[in-house]
């Protein structure tokens, strides 16, 4: 049974930082390209950040470059998300998603909050 699980969303104040973390199981974590996504309300899903398989390749959205860090770590099959600076217009829901081929699978979503 294929599962990923993010976790470590909250409220945080301007100018805070939150570490998000996507525990995947029940596929072979290390062989797929892993992507962050969110969507805040009233707007569509938008890529964050990808990491390739290996974990050599990164990329962003321009908006968070600089300010946000994906990673992952195959031999604990969980990929993060360190996001600092944050600003009210990084609220919204956060996915992780992963994808290989045809297949492509995503978790619950975290609520990451930023207000003061």
């Known amino acids: 049974q294929v599962q990923l699980v993010e976790s470590g969303g909250g409220l945080v104040q301007p100018g805070g930082s939150l570490r998000l973390s996507c525990a995947a199981s029940?596929?072979?974590?290390?062989?797929?390209?892993m992507r962050w996504y969110r969507q805040a309300p009233g707007k569509e899903r938008e890529m964050v950040a990808h990491?390739?398989?290996?974990?050599?390749?990164?990329n962003y959205l321009d908006s968070v470059k600089g300010r946000f860090t994906i990673s992952r770590d195959n031999a604990k099959n969980t990929m993060y998300l360190q996001m600092n600076s944050l600003k009210p217009e990084d609220t919204a829901v956060y996915y992780c998603?992963?994808?290989?081929?045809?297949?492509?699978?995503w978790g619950q979503g975290t609520q990451v909050t930023v207000s003061s």
């Open positions: 990491i390739s398989n290996g974990g050599l390749n990164t």
């Open positions: 998603n992963a994808r290989r081929w045809a297949f492509d699978y």
């Open positions: 029940g596929f072979t974590f290390s062989s797929y390209i």
